[in-house]
């Protein structure tokens, strides 16, 4: 009987799962995958087998409005009663905060779980969702080591120059600092540029993780030198509905002559801007590539133009650039952002090769022969990169006897 591994993304209204078995030699294969989505209003349970047979596809027996400990008790019976024999080697949980002190994965103890519950001020409205996880787990599955893949951890080692903000130094002591996330999906970008080109991936790469989330990260021999996102999921590049960077003058501005309170702040910066805003039609970028209306077309021309300054600040601090990886569900699939983007940085070296850029097939290269620097489409799995820390961290670990 193979060892399976499962894991969990959760976001502030979905979850991601993913089952992995894995062989005597400890190779990783996913056995299936899906994602429940709408938590709190029109929740749905989507999953498939590896081998593309329908495992759910609609409602979830706690009802639609069910939350994120329902939808991952939902998630754990499909997959024992589809997959009867499984025995999990581990279970492993995407936390979205680590903080400056959880600078690596890590099994999961009391104390472990006890430092997550302290930092949920970091990061009030994916860190609870993500902790519900590990706690339901916990119960279902007491003696199946837990493992926590921190989105931040990537960006760890800096140090106060990389992480400060330009406030007095107390406030880098208290964890007032630059943190950096889409970690995981950074870290599994590098090693598959690795995997596909080891002499780029050892230079100067900037990785553009384009998604309903998006943020960029200057890599330099595989490791996060810089990256747009901050102390919070809210800085550097527009995304589906978060406003990027923003002068703090505007934010005081609206506490002192609009009345804003922290609340009304929060639901501006997090849920009503970004390409949302902008637009004024979606967050989506598939409906405005759709939408005839001019604002689509506007929020998708600003969202482009704020990726190409960021990727020549990102190239200032790397020094130049040897490639640039589009990733992310916008950076996989639109060819359209691509083109705007890369058609604005030849003078980086990037000479862009549309015909390339167009075509809809896997891992690639989209810049053109004999280009200075290359430009790639490779589609992230922050799925499996969880799944190799916990099966990384439950091989080094010390045998553990399994609860009856
Ligand atoms: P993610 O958060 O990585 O799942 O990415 C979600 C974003 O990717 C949404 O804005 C989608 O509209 C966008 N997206 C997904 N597929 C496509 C596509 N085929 N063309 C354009 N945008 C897409």
């Given amino acids: 009987m193979s060892e399976h591994i499962i894991t969990f993304n959760a976001g502030s209204s979905s979850i991601k799962f993913a089952l992995f078995s894995v062989d005597a030699e400890g190779r990783l294969r996913r056995a299936a995958a899906g994602q429940v989505d709408g938590l709190g209003s029109n929740a749905r349970l989507a999953a498939k087998a590896a081998d593309g047979r329908v495992l759910h596809d609609g409602g979830l027996p706690a009802g639609p409005a069910c939350g994120h400990g329902d939808a991952l008790a939902a998630i754990l019976a499909l997959i024992q009663a589809a997959f009867p024999q499984l025995r999990f080697a581990a279970i492993g949980h995407r936390i979205v905060h680590g903080a400056a002190r959880h600078s690596a994965s890590t099994l999961i103890d009391d104390a472990v779980l006890a430092s997550l519950h302290t930092l949920v001020p970091l990061a009030p409205l994916h860190l609870p969702n993500n902790i519900v996880g590990v706690e339901v787990t916990r ?233 200075p620097a290359s430009a790639w489409v490779i589609a992230t799995d922050e799925e499996a990169m969880i799944a190799r820390h916990a099966l990384g961290l439950v091989r080094a670990a010390p045998p553990r006897v399994q609860a009856a």
């Fill in 139 to 371: 119960r279902a599955f007491p003696g199946v080591p837990q493992v926590a893949c921190f989105d931040t951890a990537f960006h760890r080692g800096g140090g106060f120059l990389g992480e400060a903000y330009a406030l007095p130094r107390d406030y880098f002591e208290a964890g007032i600092r630059r943190y950096g996330f889409h970690g995981l999906s950074y870290e599994y970008v590098a090693g598959r540029l690795a995997e596909l080109s080891p002499r780029e991936a050892a230079g100067r790469v900037i990785v553009a993780h384009l998604g309903n989330g998006a943020s960029m990260c200057a890599l330099r021999g595989g490791r996060s030198i810089d990256t747009t996102m901050g102390f919070s999921a809210l800085d550097g590049l527009p995304m589906g509905t978060r406003c990027g960077a923003i002068d703090p003058g505007v934010l005081l501005h609206l506490l002192q002559t609009h009345g804003y309170d922290a609340a009304r702040l929060s639901d501006l910066l997090y849920k009503e801007s970004g390409l949302k805003g902008l637009s004024g039609i979606s967050h989506d970028l598939r409906a405005l590539e759709a939408s005839e209306d001019a604002h689509a077309s506007e929020a998708i021309t600003y969202f482009c133009a704020r990726i190409r300054r960021e990727a020549g600040a990102l190239a200032a601090s790397l020094g130049g650039i040897d490639a640039l990886v589009f990733t992310g569900g916008i950076g996989e699939n639109s060819a359209r952002v691509r083109a705007a983007v890369l058609g604005g940085l030849d003078w980086l070296g990037i000479r862009f090769d549309p015909e390339a850029a167009s075509e809809e097939r896997g891992d690639r290269v989209i810049s053109a022969p004999g280009s």
